[in-house]
Nanobody, 126 residues
Framework: QVQLVESGGGLVQAGGSLRLSCAAS????????MGWFRQAPGKEREFVAG????????YYPDSVKGRFAISRDNAKNTVYLQMSSLKPEDTAVYYC???????????????????WGQGTQVTVSS
């Protein structure tokens, strides 16, 4: 079972930036698509970014498109989420996740992912 560990969360003012990192254990990181999700209190977990196993394609919902950027470094077993122009509504716990099957496409729902990190809190103040 892969272990995923997020880091980089914190408190930032509206309009600011943060970069989240997710380090994965094991030797098969490069075979799987990866995603970032977030969950605010009382809300469902929502997809915010995804990247294919090769890093060649990325996916975002309209709510973060143009402000968030996902990337990966397969040599370091790490996926990143660069967040800019942050808004108070971006406040949530952010989770990274690994897709269920190797070489698969990126899904925008939690059902497409079966390994999750513990989450990192991002708070954006107005």
């Amino acid at each position: 079972q892969v272990q995923l560990v997020e880091s980089g969360g914190g408190l930032v003012q509206a309009g600011g930036s943060l970069r989240l990192s997710c380090a994965a254990s094991g030797r098969t990181f490069n075979l799987y698509a990866m995603g970032w999700f977030r969950q605010a209190p009382g809300k469902e977990r929502e997809f915010v970014a995804g990247i294919t196993w090769s890093g060649g394609n990325t996916y975002y919902p309209d709510s973060v498109k143009g402000r968030f950027a996902i990337s990966r470094d397969n040599a370091k077993n790490t996926v990143y989420l660069q967040m800019s122009s942050l808004k108070p509504e971006d406040t949530a716990v952010y989770y990274c996740a690994r897709s269920r099957i190797p070489y698969g496409t990126v899904g925008d729902s939690t059902i497409h992912f079966d390994s999750w990190g513990q989450g990192t809190q991002v708070t954006v103040s107005s």
